[in-house]
Structure formats: C-alpha cells, structure tokens
C-alpha cells in the first residue's frame, strides 16, 4: 500500500479526516506530496478507472471520495 493511502487511513481513523471527502478535504489533512497528486491520485484509484490500477477508493459523486473495502 502507499503512503498516500496509508496517511489517508490513518487520519480517517484518527478522526482527522472525514468520509466521504473531497480533493480539497484530502490536500488539507495529508500535506506533503507532490501537488498533482492531490489532483490525479484519487481518480487513478477510485473504483473502475480506465487505467487499471489498484482500487483504493469509491467515488462518490464528481470529486467526493469514500476507502473502498480497505
């Protein structure tokens, strides 16, 4: 898993932060990576991306997120 996942774990379950999120909400609570993965990381993860990449989150609606089954 990577540090992004494991720093938004950790802050939902330190009550940090709150699902469902948004971008804004996941930039604010976990600072420190590179400022297009605040934009990119989500959506390259969430359930059904085109890409193939793991899943790691839901999408909730445009740009709200939720941890998939993690």
Do not use: Q
């Not at 699902?19 to 605040?38: H, L, Q, R």
């Amino acid at each position: 898993m990577s540090k992004i996942v494991a720093a938004i774990k950790t802050n939902i379950k330190n009550g940090i932060l709150k699902e469902p999120f948004s971008i804004k909400d996941f930039k604010n609570t976990c600072p420190g990576f590179a400022e297009n993965t605040y934009s990119t990381f989500l959506s390259k993860h969430c359930l059904g991306n085109p890409g193939g990449n793991s899943v790691y989150f839901e999408r909730v609606k445009e740009g709200i997120y939720k941890l998939y089954n993690l």
